[in-house]
């Protein structure tokens, strides 16, 4: 029954009664261990949980990284003469195929150069073949003895000097030839091109910055890195498993968290680690035909077997860390909250897979862990969102009703 102090008693008492007024109220706010008629106050019920069981599902082991595409080929156009742009004969983020004329350098100057030379090369040919007759006719006065052997000799030697002249006209004619042909830039692979450096009119040449840069878009490819533990571990199961890179199966995950309607096989291994990460660069090679995998965009990286594994799996939700690792709050027979150290697998949507330290059907506590302290007695309930739980069912595992 409630305590009850009259208020004129009080005003005699003085300052004594307000003191043990006071008291009373902060007992009867706070509660005590004891009734006024000497009982216990009522035990607080058991906190309230929601707990799963622990399930043995059929899992897809998986991996995910965070790759960049780059394309198998790229290539910066160049000029490699010097001369002031006449064309330009595509369209910027065109499709352009092999040989394909890209840009075109004047080329009067260079075709002026081809001709000089051409002309040099005749000059050449005529000296030689007078130098060869001049030859022919000293060696006949030889023979009849009315030339010295000293003026022949300087006949031969102009011969030999008239035929090195043909060789190097025909040289430098060569290399006029190449100047001009550089004249048109080509297309030297099957892709895309990218913005043009220069407009039509600009001086260029070997000095000068890329013009353009064209960049294969089918196949393309995606590097991401992967640690030196997790190559080590998945050299040592393929023996076991029977599979080889081609037995996994790669998918890209986009930024709009979509997965890229092709799958990639891993067509390359790095044969050098990162010094600075521990990672080793791993390739992978996808389609490529709509070109939505653009060179230098991210992606993320799915690896998973094609055969599933049954493992024992719980939500995410369930899962706690602290300095010595992963570990659930299970409810044992008594309805009592215990701490059970786990190892985890692949997670796998909102459930993760669990290698290590729990059985099917134990039930682990997914929401209200922050209440409950190991050894304290719960009421647990099942989850909404698990299709088979009863709702009149009442709680799990014997829990006490609230």
Do not use: W
Not at 37 to 62: F, K, L, M, N
Not at 84 to 96: I, N, S
Not at 178 to 201: K, Q
Not at 357 to 370: K, N, P, R, T
């Amino acid at each position: 029954m409630p305590i009850r102090i009259s208020t004129a008693r009080l005003g005699n008492l003085g300052g004594l009664g307000l003191a043990l007024a006071a008291s009373a109220t902060l007992l009867a706010l706070t509660g005590c261990e004891e009734t006024p008629d000497g009982g216990q106050a009522p035990v607080p019920p058991p906190p309230a949980v929601v707990a799963a069981p622990a399930r043995e599902e059929a899992v897809t082991e998986q991996a995910a990284f965070i790759g960049r595409v780059a394309a198998a080929d790229r290539v910066e156009l160049r000029a490699r003469v010097q001369g002031f742009l006449k064309e330009r004969r595509f369209d910027e983020g065109q499709a352009v195929a092999v040989g394909e004329l890209l840009f075109l350098i004047e080329p009067e100057q260079y075709q002026s150069l081809v001709s000089q030379r051409e002309a040099d090369l005749a000059m050449a040919v005529a000296e030689e073949q007078n130098a060869r007759a001049q030859l022919a006719r000293g060696e006949e006065l030889l023979r009849a003895k009315n030339i010295a052997a000293a003026q022949v000799d300087e006949l031969r030697a102009a011969a030999s000097i008239a035929a090195a002249g043909i060789a190097q006209a025909q040289a430098a004619l060569d290399a006029a030839k190449l100047d001009l042909g550089y004249t048109e830039i080509a297309a030297p692979i099957a892709g895309r091109i990218g913005i043009a450096r220069y407009s039509v009119g600009s001086l260029v040449g070997p000095s000068s910055e890329g013009l353009a840069t064209i960049v294969s878009s089918d196949p393309i490819e995606v590097r991401f890195p992967v640690t030196q533990r997790q190559l080590l571990d998945a050299r040592a199961n393929a023996p076991a498993d029977g599979q080889e890179n081609g037995a996994l199966q790669v998918m890209a995950r986009l930024s709009d968290d979509t997965i890229y309607e092709h799958t990639g096989v891993i067509d390359f291994v790095d044969v050098t680690t990162d010094a600075g990460t521990d990672t080793v660069t791993v390739r992978a090679r996808f389609p490529n035909p709509d070109g939505r995998l653009v060179d230098g965009q991210y992606v993320g990286i799915l690896l998973q077997r094609d055969a599933p594994k049954l493992a024992i799996t719980v939500p995410q939700p369930a899962l706690q860390i602290d300095q010595q690792g992963v570990y659930v709050l299970i409810i044992d027979e008594e309805s009592k909250a215990r701490i059970r150290r786990i190892q985890i697998g692949v997670e796998t949507g909102a459930v993760v897979a669990v290698t290590q330290g729990l059985a099917a059907g134990e039930l682990v506590i997914v929401e209200g862990a922050q209440k409950v302290r190991p050894g304290q007695v719960v009421s647990a309930s099942p989850p909404q969102v698990f299709e088979d739980a009863d709702p009149a069912a009442g709680p799990l595992n014997g829990g006490a009703e609230q």
